[in-house]
């Protein structure tokens, strides 16, 4: 993939993660019949067009350490799959902002898992984004499914 082409799905990624955090697509969410001061974990399920995402976290959606993101479906076409958290309202400099975190998937799997360490980045609501694409994806509309969610980082 281009550079240009790479900075440009970053963007639109995290563009979309940021303009559309309030109208995340959560469903399912699990809750243990526990009240929430007894069992810190909580899971957050995303699902869009055959990409199934969980995304475990330490307590409700306030956030610390590392955040564990498990690919359960992708769809058949994806090649590589781009996980982003930014900072809600997030304008600056994707590659050299300390408080965003990307990462890129090559060949991607079922069960795999992607951590994301938020000791690295400032408290605050970050949007959390996880996009699958394929090798030769059109510029203008690259994302086969899209899911995202909104974490309120506590560290």
């Known amino acids: 993939m281009k550079p240009k082409f790479v900075g440009f799905l970053i963007l639109v990624l995290v563009v979309g993660v940021v303009l559309m955090s309030g109208c995340t697509q959560q469903s399912k969410q699990e809750q243990t019949s526990q009240a929430e001061t007894e069992q810190p974990k ?9 990409l199934k995402v969980k995304i475990s976290l330490t307590e409700n959606k306030k956030v610390s350490g590392v955040i564990s993101v498990t690919l359960e479906a992708i769809p058949s076409k994806t090649t590589k ?11 600056g400099d994707l590659y050299n902002d300390p408080n965003v975190i990307i990462q890129w998937i090559n060949d991607p799997s079922v069960g795999q898992e992607i951590l994301l360490d938020t000791t690295k980045i400032q408290n605050g609501v970050y949007g959390i984004g996880v996009a699958a694409t394929y090798e030769g994806a059109p510029e203008s509309s690259p994302w086969i499914a899209l899911v995202q969610t909104q974490v309120n980082v506590q560290n």
Do not use: D, H, R, T
Not at 81 to 91: D, E, N, R, Y
């Open 42 to 50: 909580k899971e957050i399920n995303l699902e869009n067009n055959g």
């Open 81 to 91: 799959i781009l996980v982003s958290m930014a900072p809600q309202g997030f304008k």
